[in-house]
């Protein structure tokens, strides 16, 4: 099996896998966002234009710690834009815990929970879909209030097919909404 | 000559003084910079990336603000431009602030001028610098200083670089400003 195969193989089970154990430890059941950011990237697997992600995601144990989600993107270069260099991913995030009081709810007049976040993602260029690459995110500064997240700063790696380090991402902001 | 010497600086002066800025109405802004190339191709920046702007927003008058901020580079060559720019804005559609310190209109427009200063290739060549006007209209603003934020949207404007002599578009999809003084919670 090719590398780049085996890297989507082991994504798409770690997926699957928490999709099955973890709504059988979850309070509450599962929830559906979508999400829309602003992104741009420091490495040669990605031009330099502004990336608009939108992705739309189930999380599996809403407001809860260690909440697992899996999230389908569709990756655009907006600025300037190029539909041809589009690409496809799909993501494993987990939100760490949920913080009632913290240092950024001065940020929103509602009432916020601090909910930092880790992701690891693969996309494919969709004009090229052989071609992976990979990105490990944390995003530390990401509220929960209620209707959605919204955040802010989140830093990303990026790894090629063989998973060596290639360079470097920021999501400048994500707003997600929750849908049921 | 000196009679205008004196005036136009107390003028100034002035302007920016009325109206109290107190805490309330003192904010710390973020937000986006979109460049679109110009007629010719060219973009102000000469070459795409990400470009976030850190600034203050503070009221003169009820109508009318003023603030300033720095858009630096982030991608792909972190700070290889930078620019600041100063500006000022009119809300379109009612008062930013009332005089009586209650709730203004929550939702508003805003109309805004200034000038934009960059310096291009800081450390991947010869540096260089641009001197801009510009003018942005915001179709909608949710909030003001008395909900402690507000947030711009789908913010279009227009650049004229007079050293270049070339006009281009920007967009700011979404900024934030966070007034200083604390706001009411909402559940």
Redesign the interface.
């Known amino acids: 099996m090719k590398k780049q195969s085996r890297g989507t193989v082991l994504l798409l089970s770690l997926a699957f896998l928490s999709a099955a154990a973890f709504p059988a430890f979850a309070k509450e059941k599962a929830s559906y966002y979508y999400s829309v950011s602003?992104?741009?990237?420091?490495?040669p697997l990605f031009?330099?234009?502004?990336y608009a992600d939108f992705s739309a995601s189930i999380e599996f144990a809403p407001r809860e710690d260690l909440n697992p989600a899996f999230s389908m993107h569709y990756l655009l270069p907006?600025?300037?834009l190029s539909i041809g260099d589009s690409l496809a991913g799909i993501s494993l995030d987990l939100t760490l815990f949920y913080l009632g009081n913290h240092p950024l709810a001065?940020?929103?007049?509602?009432?916020t929970s601090l909910a930092p976040q880790v992701s690891a993602a693969a996309y494919v260029p969709i004009a090229d879909p052989e071609n992976l690459r990979y990105t490990l995110s944390f995003s530390a500064f990401r509220l929960f209030a209620g209707y959605g997240y919204f955040s802010?700063g989140a830093l990303s790696l990026v790894l090629d097919s063989s998973f060596a380090l290639s360079g470097w991402?920021?999501r400048?902001?994500d707003f997600s909404y929750l849908r049921f | 000559m000196k009679y205008r010497m004196r005036i136009v600086p107390l003028a100034l002066f002035l302007l920016l003084t009325i109206g109290a800025a107190s805490a309330q109405d003192i904010a710390f802004s973020?937000g986006?910079w979109?460049?679109?190339?110009d007629a010719a191709g060219k973009l102000p920046a000469e070459?795409?990336?990400?470009f976030?702007s850190f600034g203050v927003t503070y009221g003169i008058t009820r109508y009318l603000e003023a603030g300033a901020a720095m858009i630096p580079r982030?991608?792909?060559?972190?700070f290889d431009d930078i620019f600041i720019e100063e500006r000022v804005g009119l809300s379109l559609f009612g008062e930013r602030v009332k005089a009586s310190g209650g709730p203004a209109v929550y939702i508003n427009s805003l109309l805004e001028a200034g000038f934009l200063f960059g310096a291009h290739k800081v450390y991947s060549g010869a540096p260089d610098y641009s001197r801009a006007l510009f003018v942005r209209l915001t179709p909608i603003t949710l909030?003001n200083p008395y909900?402690?934020?507000r947030d711009r949207m789908l913010s279009v404007g227009l650049v004229y670089d007079y050293d270049a002599n070339s006009t281009s578009l920007f967009?700011t999809?979404?900024a934030s400003d966070?007034y200083l003084a604390?706001?009411?919670?909402?559940?």
């Open positions: 602003m992104e741009g990237f420091s490495s031009s330099a234009a502004e907006a600025n300037p001065w940020m929103s007049p509602r009432t802010f991402g920021l400048l902001f | 973020i986006s979109s460049f679109l190339p070459s795409p990336g990400l976030p982030l991608t792909p060559k972190p909030g909900y402690g934020r967009l999809l979404i966070f604390p706001a009411p919670k909402v559940h």
